[in-house]
């Protein structure tokens, strides 16, 4: 069964294998939240290829080894083959890392959502069981539009601190 969690990656290790688009989207997306990217493809797209001159992604230039995965947190199966993106999950499940199979949900152990930034909230979409990205999409576009609508109770029930309150009622 699918869950939802937050997850910190900042200063984590991600590795990203592939150098097509959707490694690409991936890279840039570990990148914002701040973790140390990886990326391990025999070639890049022009995207992935200038993260790599401009040195915000480290890029070994070779096809994928198991040893890639040492001291990684989550990796990104995004090649074009479904044999190594199978074979990077597998090898991600024997070392317990979290592994998107960008080709392949059942394969993977982890599914990427699509999210909505909503002042400092962040709200995810996933679909439990069968796959359904362009679904997922549409129902977050809908939900920025609420988000932005003024119509959500968005008040804060705790300071910036992240402190409880006690008594004091922050937003009255
Ligand atoms: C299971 C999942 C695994 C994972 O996490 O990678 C997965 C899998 C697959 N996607 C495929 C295709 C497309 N995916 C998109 C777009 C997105 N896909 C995303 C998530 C997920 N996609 C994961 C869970 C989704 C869920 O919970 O239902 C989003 C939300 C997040 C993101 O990728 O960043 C992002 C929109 C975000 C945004 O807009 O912000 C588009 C549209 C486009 O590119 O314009 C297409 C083409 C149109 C189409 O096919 O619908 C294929 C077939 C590939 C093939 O045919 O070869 C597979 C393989 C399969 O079905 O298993
Ligand atoms: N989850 C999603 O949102 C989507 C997923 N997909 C899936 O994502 C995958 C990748 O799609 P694209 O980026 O369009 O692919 P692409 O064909 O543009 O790029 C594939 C990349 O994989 C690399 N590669 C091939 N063998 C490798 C190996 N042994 N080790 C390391 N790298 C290797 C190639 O050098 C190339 O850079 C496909 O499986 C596709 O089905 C496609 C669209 C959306």
Redesign the pocket.
Known sequence: MTTLLGIELSGRSVLI???????DRRARAALDDGARVTV??????AGLGGLAASAKVDWRPR??RPEDLDGVWLVQA?????E??AAVADWASDQRVWCVN??NVEQGSAR?PATAHGDDLLVGVVSVGSPD?RRVRAVRDQLIVLLRSGRLDQRRHRRLDGRAAGRERLAS
């Not at 294998?17 to 490694?23: H, K, N």
């Not at 995004?78 to 479904?82: G, I, V």
Request: aromatic share 0%; hydrophobic share 40%; charged share 10%.
């Open positions: 294998v592939g150098g097509g688009p959707v490694a391990v493809a025999p070639e890049l797209d096809p994928v995004a090649t074009d083959s479904a190594v993106n960008a080709g990427t990205p």
